[in-house]
């Protein structure tokens, strides 16, 4: 496949854990990646070098904090100007903490919407005009097993809440996007042992999982994939959960 045949994917927060993952994949299935990171520069540095040595790959890895909309702007801006589209999008950045409500900092209540939620609207409206001009675009963003459920979280209230909202937007998306050959599809991991989480928190978790096992990234990976290929066309406005039947 040429440089100009090439679908270019952007991935916010692509530095680490399935970002990183999901880039490697494509990139060696021969697409063009750009990935955003906030403040790993060293780790966006080490995966920009690593995936640079792959045979007629093209990588930029860029600096940007997507919680503010300038920066998308100038971010998917910077990647039009390189290679001049933007096919995919896989909004993976968004932070998570572990806290008791009422014990909740107002910067860390906000951080949660701010770097989870925000950053769907303010990129997903970015990239639409250039994808619906082509006729072609992949939008894949990422909830939380058991976020459209609707269960009280004490302990991690705000990220769920962002999560939920982040579904109700995925399928906003699909259905405004549709007629263009646009999907837009969220995949919600469970348990997935990404560095994400606690090796304590991971082994406390294990026995309230039916599958009786921890996911892998390679399975979050997996989905992704079908999301953005071809064959997955018709998939539009979908929660894929990925959790081993965790919560269901």
């Known amino acids: 496949?040429?440089?100009?045949?090439?679908?270019?994917?952007?991935?916010?927060?692509?530095?680490?854990?399935?970002?990183?993952?999901?880039?490697r994949d494509l990139v060696a299935a021969g697409w063009?990646?750009?990935f955003c990171y906030r403040h790993s520069a060293a780790t966006a540095a080490a995966l920009e070098d690593e995936l640079s040595g792959v045979v007629g790959a093209r990588v930029l890895a860029l600096q940007a904090d997507v919680s503010d909309h300038e920066a998308c702007r100038e971010l998917v801006a910077r990647v039009q100007s390189e290679w001049g589209r933007i096919d995919a999008l896989i909004q993976c950045a968004g932070p998570?903490?572990?806290?008791?409500?009422?014990?909740?900092?107002?910067?860390?209540?906000?951080?949660?919407?701010?770097?989870?939620?925000?950053?769907?609207?303010?990129?997903?409206?970015?990239?639409?005009?250039?994808?619906?001009?082509?006729?072609?675009?992949?939008i894949v963003t990422f909830g939380m097993a058991r976020a459209d459920r609707m269960v009280a979280q004490p302990f991690i209230t705000g990220h769920y809440i962002?999560?939920?909202?982040?579904?109700?937007?995925?399928?906003?998306?699909a259905k405004l996007l549709a007629p263009h050959g646009i999907t837009v599809n969220s995949v919600s991991p469970g348990y997935i042992d990404s560095g994400s989480d606690t090796a304590d928190a991971l082994?406390?978790?294990?026995?309230?999982?039916?599958?009786?096992?921890?996911?892998?990234?390679?399975?979050?990976v997996t989905a992704v994939r079908f999301l953005l290929s071809d064959e997955a066309r018709y998939v539009?406005?979908?929660?894929?959960?990925?959790?081993?039947?965790?919560?269901?």
């Open 1 to 23: 496949m040429g440089p100009m045949m090439q679908r270019v994917a952007l991935i916010p927060g692509g530095a680490k854990g399935i970002g990183a993952a999901i880039a």
């Open 32 to 34: 063009a990646v750009a």
């Open 96 to 138: 998570y903490h572990r806290v008791p409500l009422f014990e909740e900092s107002l910067d860390g209540w906000h951080e949660m919407f701010d770097h989870n939620l925000h950053p769907v609207f303010y990129l997903g409206r970015l990239v639409a005009p250039g994808m619906q001009e082509r006729g072609f675009g992949r």
């Open 162 to 173: 962002a999560k939920a909202a982040v579904l109700i937007l995925t399928r906003t998306l």
């Open 203 to 220: 082994a406390a978790a294990l026995p309230t999982i039916p599958a009786g096992y921890l996911g892998s990234v390679q399975d979050v």
């Open 236 to 248: 539009n406005g979908a929660n894929l959960e990925v959790g081993g039947a965790w919560g269901v």
